[in-house]
Nanobody
Framework: QGQLAESGGGLVQPGGSLRLSCTAS????????MGWYRQAPGEQREMVATITSNGRRNIADFVRGRFTISRDGAKNTVHLQMNNLKVEDTAVYYC?????????WGQGTQVTVSS
């Protein structure tokens, strides 16, 4: 049973930066498409960014140019670098790993953007 553990959330002022990390265990990290999703209160969960096993990235329009996704196979970790954060980026951010019919989610990390 794969496990994903997020870290790096917190409170930041508008215009600030945060780096989220997700470390995978008990799964073959190298074959999984990894991603970050977010869910704001009262809203549906939405895709923020994904990265395939060969490094192909898909970035949501609402964060393109501000957020970057990367993966480190040696550390079984995927990162989300978030720059120029806006109040509307406030949400719980979830790490996701998918391979075929297998899918795993982390427990989420809160990101709050507020002055």
């Amino acid at each position: 049973q794969g496990q994903l553990a997020e870290s790096g959330g917190g409170l930041v002022q508008p215009g600030g930066s945060l780096r989220l990390s997700c470390t995978a265990s008990q799964l073959k990290f190298g074959i999984y498409t990894m991603g970050w999703y977010r869910q704001a209160p009262g809203e549906q969960r939405e895709m923020v960014a994904t990265i395939t096993s060969n490094g192909r990235r898909n970035i949501a329009d609402f964060v393109r140019g501000r957020f970057t996704i990367s993966r480190d196979g040696a550390k079984n970790t995927v990162h989300l670098q978030m720059n120029n954060l806006k109040v509307e980026d406030t949400a719980v951010y979830y790490c996701n790993g998918v391979h075929g019919s297998l899918a795993f989610w982390g427990q989420g990390t809160q990101v709050t953007v507020s002055s």
